[in-house]
């Protein structure tokens, strides 16, 4: 019974970990692009321009897209844009 808890326990935290690195993988050769969260408020302000071709968004410990990927065992935060014109965001643990 032991032997079956921990190997459960095991397999719940890699699934977790491999999660969290499909973003960072699947971004890796993309520019990022610096914002400033307001976690209370849930919204979000870039912070210098936005490079063409691929790019996410970035903030203390988080990549940020604007498609929301569904991945289970992690927490995903939602921020909207503080200006007008601008589009939610979904934030991922690095």
């Not at 990549?63 to 007008?84: M, N, Q, W, Y």
Request: contains cysteine; proline residues 4%; glycine residues 6%.
């Amino acid at each position: 019974m032991k032997r079956l808890l921990i190997s459960a326990l095991l397999l719940t935290a890699t699934s977790a970990v491999l999660a969290e690195n499909v973003i960072v993988t699947e971004t890796q050769s993309w520019k990022n692009v610096p914002i400033v969260v307001d976690e209370d408020a849930s919204t979000y302000v870039i912070e210098g321009t936005v490079p063409e071709g691929d790019y996410y968004y970035t903030y203390s410990g988080y990549r940020c897209l604007s498609v929301k990927k569904d991945i289970e065992g992690v927490k995903i935060l939602t921020f909207h844009p503080s200006a007008a014109g601008g589009a939610e965001i979904y934030c991922y643990p690095e």
